[in-house]
Protein backbone atom coordinates (compact mmCIF):
# COMPACT_ATOMS: atom_id res chain seq x y z
CA UNK A 1 0.00 0.00 0.00
CA UNK A 2 1.41 3.44 -1.14
CA UNK A 3 1.94 6.08 1.57
CA UNK A 4 0.48 9.48 0.83
CA UNK A 5 0.89 12.94 2.22
CA UNK A 6 -2.11 13.71 3.64
CA UNK A 7 -1.98 10.26 5.44
CA UNK A 8 0.21 12.25 7.75
CA UNK A 9 -2.10 15.55 8.25
CA UNK A 10 -3.64 15.33 11.72
CA UNK A 11 -5.62 17.41 13.49
CA UNK A 12 -3.58 17.82 16.50
CA UNK A 13 0.07 17.66 16.26
CA UNK A 14 1.13 17.31 19.59
CA UNK A 15 -1.13 14.45 20.20
CA UNK A 16 0.16 10.62 20.32
CA UNK A 17 -3.02 8.79 19.26
CA UNK A 18 -3.20 7.60 15.88
CA UNK A 19 -5.01 9.85 13.01
CA UNK A 20 -8.28 7.47 12.79
CA UNK A 21 -8.74 8.59 16.41
CA UNK A 22 -7.82 11.89 16.23
CA UNK A 23 -10.33 12.26 13.53
CA UNK A 24 -12.67 10.60 16.02
CA UNK A 25 -12.48 12.80 18.94
CA UNK A 26 -12.02 16.16 16.57
CA UNK A 27 -15.75 15.08 14.99
CA UNK A 28 -16.77 14.32 18.57
CA UNK A 29 -16.01 17.69 19.62
CA UNK A 30 -17.50 19.32 17.30
CA UNK A 31 -20.61 16.90 15.89
CA UNK A 32 -23.32 19.45 17.96
CA UNK A 33 -22.12 22.52 15.49
CA UNK A 34 -21.32 20.64 12.63
CA UNK A 35 -24.02 21.41 10.04
CA UNK A 36 -24.41 24.56 11.17
CA UNK A 37 -20.78 25.96 10.42
CA UNK A 38 -21.04 23.25 6.99
CA UNK A 39 -24.09 25.67 5.95
CA UNK A 40 -22.12 28.78 7.05
CA UNK A 41 -18.55 28.11 5.46
CA UNK A 42 -20.15 26.86 2.48
CA UNK A 43 -22.81 29.56 1.90
CA UNK A 44 -25.40 26.88 1.71
CA UNK A 45 -23.62 25.78 -1.55
CA UNK A 46 -22.44 22.17 0.04
CA UNK A 47 -25.87 20.58 -0.30
CA UNK A 48 -26.03 21.04 -4.35
CA UNK A 49 -22.56 19.61 -4.31
CA UNK A 50 -23.90 16.77 -2.44
CA UNK A 51 -26.97 16.27 -4.95
CA UNK A 52 -24.67 16.96 -7.89
CA UNK A 53 -22.74 13.70 -6.31
CA UNK A 54 -25.89 11.64 -5.89
CA UNK A 55 -27.00 12.14 -9.24
CA UNK A 56 -23.89 10.68 -10.37
CA UNK A 57 -25.09 7.03 -9.65
CA UNK A 58 -28.90 7.56 -10.55
CA UNK A 59 -28.23 5.64 -13.91
CA UNK A 60 -27.81 2.87 -12.12
CA UNK A 61 -30.89 3.03 -9.64
CA UNK A 62 -28.77 0.76 -7.01
CA UNK A 63 -31.31 -0.67 -4.32
CA UNK A 64 -28.47 -1.10 -1.39
CA UNK A 65 -25.86 1.80 -1.17
CA UNK A 66 -23.15 2.63 1.43
CA UNK A 67 -22.74 5.91 2.59
CA UNK A 68 -18.79 6.15 3.90
CA UNK A 69 -17.96 8.74 6.53
CA UNK A 70 -21.54 9.49 7.06
CA UNK A 71 -20.91 11.98 9.74
CA UNK A 72 -24.29 13.58 10.78
CA UNK A 73 -26.10 11.58 7.43
CA UNK A 74 -26.56 14.47 5.15
CA UNK A 75 -25.76 12.02 2.26
CA UNK A 76 -27.89 9.25 3.14
CA UNK A 77 -30.78 11.56 3.77
CA UNK A 78 -30.33 13.09 0.38
CA UNK A 79 -29.90 9.74 -0.80
CA UNK A 80 -33.19 8.64 -0.06
CA UNK A 81 -34.73 11.87 -1.35
CA UNK A 82 -33.30 11.63 -4.91
CA UNK A 83 -33.40 8.49 -5.41
CA UNK A 84 -35.50 6.37 -2.88
CA UNK A 85 -33.52 3.13 -2.68
CA UNK A 86 -34.09 0.35 0.20
CA UNK A 87 -31.44 0.12 2.35
CA UNK A 88 -28.48 2.86 3.07
CA UNK A 89 -25.80 1.89 5.93
CA UNK A 90 -23.89 4.83 6.84
CA UNK A 91 -20.51 4.22 8.77
CA UNK A 92 -18.45 6.33 10.45
CA UNK A 93 -15.82 6.39 13.26
CA UNK A 94 -17.68 9.38 14.89
CA UNK A 95 -19.95 8.40 17.93
CA UNK A 96 -21.43 11.92 18.53
CA UNK A 97 -21.47 12.68 14.53
CA UNK A 98 -23.64 9.31 14.51
CA UNK A 99 -25.93 10.64 17.41
CA UNK A 100 -27.03 13.64 15.39
CA UNK A 101 -27.47 11.31 12.16
CA UNK A 102 -29.49 9.22 13.79
CA UNK A 103 -31.76 12.02 15.56
CA UNK A 104 -32.45 13.19 11.84
CA UNK A 105 -33.55 10.08 10.48
CA UNK A 106 -36.01 9.50 12.78
CA UNK A 107 -37.48 13.01 12.61
CA UNK A 108 -37.97 12.40 9.37
CA UNK A 109 -39.16 8.57 9.90
CA UNK A 110 -36.88 6.93 7.76
CA UNK A 111 -35.39 4.45 10.78
CA UNK A 112 -36.32 1.89 8.27
CA UNK A 113 -34.30 2.24 4.91
CA UNK A 114 -31.34 4.13 6.22
CA UNK A 115 -29.08 2.69 9.40
CA UNK A 116 -25.92 3.90 11.06
CA UNK A 117 -23.34 1.71 12.60
CA UNK A 118 -19.85 2.96 13.72
CA UNK A 119 -17.46 1.47 11.54
CA UNK A 120 -13.91 2.40 9.71
CA UNK A 121 -13.46 2.51 6.00
CA UNK A 122 -10.28 0.18 6.36
CA UNK A 123 -12.38 -2.69 8.09
CA UNK A 124 -16.19 -2.62 6.29
CA UNK A 125 -17.97 -5.38 8.49
CA UNK A 126 -19.92 -6.55 5.10
CA UNK A 127 -19.23 -9.45 2.88
CA UNK A 128 -17.31 -9.12 -0.65
CA UNK A 129 -20.19 -7.76 -3.59
CA UNK A 130 -22.62 -6.72 -0.78
CA UNK A 131 -23.37 -2.96 -2.26
CA UNK A 132 -24.71 -1.35 -5.60
CA UNK A 133 -23.05 1.86 -5.09
CA UNK A 134 -20.89 3.63 -2.62
CA UNK A 135 -20.71 7.84 -1.53
CA UNK A 136 -18.35 9.19 0.18
CA UNK A 137 -18.09 12.99 1.14
CA UNK A 138 -15.31 14.95 2.67
CA UNK A 139 -14.35 11.35 3.86
CA UNK A 140 -11.55 10.03 2.09
CA UNK A 141 -9.25 12.89 2.89
CA UNK A 142 -9.25 11.68 6.75
CA UNK A 143 -9.01 7.94 5.75
CA UNK A 144 -5.59 7.08 7.88
CA UNK A 145 -4.31 5.27 4.80
CA UNK A 146 -6.04 6.17 1.75
CA UNK A 147 -5.49 3.33 -0.28
CA UNK A 148 -6.35 0.62 1.93
CA UNK A 149 -9.86 2.55 2.61
CA UNK A 150 -10.41 2.49 -1.35
CA UNK A 151 -9.36 -1.33 -1.17
CA UNK A 152 -12.00 -1.89 1.20
CA UNK A 153 -14.87 0.25 0.00
CA UNK A 154 -14.00 -2.00 -3.89
CA UNK A 155 -14.59 -5.11 -2.31
CA UNK A 156 -17.46 -4.61 -0.75
CA UNK A 157 -18.82 -3.23 -4.04
CA UNK A 158 -21.34 -5.59 -6.54
CA UNK A 159 -19.55 -5.66 -10.20
CA UNK A 160 -21.40 -3.40 -12.30
CA UNK A 161 -21.34 -0.74 -8.86
CA UNK A 162 -20.34 2.50 -8.85
CA UNK A 163 -18.52 4.84 -6.18
CA UNK A 164 -19.16 7.94 -5.94
CA UNK A 165 -16.64 10.61 -4.05
CA UNK A 166 -16.99 14.46 -3.44
CA UNK A 167 -14.07 15.96 -1.82
CA UNK A 168 -12.31 19.61 -1.43
CA UNK A 169 -9.85 20.38 -3.77
CA UNK A 170 -7.86 23.98 -4.99
CA UNK A 171 -9.38 26.48 -7.48
CA UNK A 172 -6.12 27.10 -10.23
CA UNK A 173 -8.16 30.12 -11.27
CA UNK A 174 -6.28 33.38 -10.86
CA UNK A 175 -7.49 35.54 -8.55
CA UNK A 176 -10.54 33.32 -7.15
CA UNK A 177 -7.28 31.01 -5.99
CA UNK A 178 -5.72 33.86 -4.43
CA UNK A 179 -8.88 34.57 -2.43
CA UNK A 180 -9.52 30.95 -1.64
CA UNK A 181 -6.08 30.33 -0.09
CA UNK A 182 -7.13 33.49 2.06
CA UNK A 183 -10.35 32.20 3.21
CA UNK A 184 -8.93 28.50 4.06
CA UNK A 185 -5.88 29.76 5.20
CA UNK A 186 -7.90 32.72 7.90
CA UNK A 187 -11.60 32.89 7.69
CA UNK A 188 -12.08 28.76 8.36
CA UNK A 189 -9.81 28.64 10.93
CA UNK A 190 -11.19 31.59 12.19
CA UNK A 191 -14.96 30.60 12.22
CA UNK A 192 -14.51 27.44 13.36
CA UNK A 193 -13.06 28.88 16.65
CA UNK A 194 -15.55 31.12 16.73
CA UNK A 195 -18.49 29.14 17.08
CA UNK A 196 -16.78 25.82 18.05
CA UNK A 197 -14.26 26.75 20.41
CA UNK A 198 -11.64 24.04 18.26
CA UNK A 199 -9.66 26.32 15.76
CA UNK A 200 -7.36 22.83 15.06
CA UNK A 201 -10.52 20.99 13.58
CA UNK A 202 -10.73 23.73 10.95
CA UNK A 203 -7.05 24.75 10.42
CA UNK A 204 -6.82 20.69 9.85
CA UNK A 205 -9.18 21.12 7.36
CA UNK A 206 -6.80 23.42 5.16
CA UNK A 207 -4.02 21.44 6.19
CA UNK A 208 -5.33 18.05 5.00
CA UNK A 209 -7.08 19.82 1.39
CA UNK A 210 -3.75 21.22 0.69
CA UNK A 211 -2.30 17.37 0.79
CA UNK A 212 -4.96 15.53 -0.71
CA UNK A 213 -3.70 14.04 -3.95
CA UNK A 214 -6.72 15.38 -5.97
CA UNK A 215 -7.29 15.52 -9.39
CA UNK A 216 -5.85 13.26 -11.90
CA UNK A 217 -3.51 11.51 -9.00
CA UNK A 218 -6.80 10.64 -7.11
CA UNK A 219 -8.10 9.28 -10.39
CA UNK A 220 -4.84 7.00 -10.85
CA UNK A 221 -5.19 6.19 -7.86
CA UNK A 222 -8.86 4.81 -8.08
CA UNK A 223 -7.27 2.93 -11.01
CA UNK A 224 -4.37 1.29 -9.12
CA UNK A 225 -6.83 -0.49 -6.67
CA UNK A 226 -9.30 -1.76 -9.45
CA UNK A 227 -11.64 1.06 -10.36
CA UNK A 228 -12.47 1.23 -14.19
CA UNK A 229 -14.47 3.69 -16.13
CA UNK A 230 -12.95 6.30 -13.71
CA UNK A 231 -13.80 10.53 -14.76
CA UNK A 232 -14.18 14.01 -12.77
CA UNK A 233 -15.82 16.66 -12.67
CA UNK A 234 -14.83 20.27 -10.79
CA UNK A 235 -17.64 22.30 -9.07
CA UNK A 236 -17.61 25.81 -8.30
CA UNK A 237 -14.20 26.57 -9.84
CA UNK A 238 -12.35 23.90 -8.22
CA UNK A 239 -13.38 24.28 -5.10
CA UNK A 240 -14.88 20.85 -5.09
CA UNK A 241 -14.52 18.08 -7.05
CA UNK A 242 -17.03 14.67 -8.17
CA UNK A 243 -14.80 11.31 -7.95
CA UNK A 244 -16.33 8.59 -10.02
CA UNK A 245 -15.58 4.92 -10.67
CA UNK A 246 -16.86 1.15 -11.23
CA UNK A 247 -16.17 -2.13 -10.85
Known amino acids: MGKFAHDQIVPFKESELEKKDQVANM ?3 IAFRYDFLNRLLSAGIDVSWRKKAIREIKSIEPKVLLDVATGTADVALLTYEILHPEKI ?3 DISDGM ?3 GRKKIANKQLDSFIQLQNSD ?3 IPYANDFFNAI ?4 GVRNFQHLEKGLVEMYRVLQPGGKMVVLEFSKPNAGAFKQFYTFYMNYITPSIGKLFSSNKDAYQYLNDSVQAFPEGESFL ?3 NGVG ?3 TYLKKLSFGIC ?3 CGSK
Open 27 to 29: FNN
Open 89 to 91: IGI
Open 98 to 100: LDI
Open 121 to 123: SEN
Open 135 to 138: TVAF
Open 220 to 222: KIM
Open 227 to 229: FTQ
Open 241 to 243: TIY
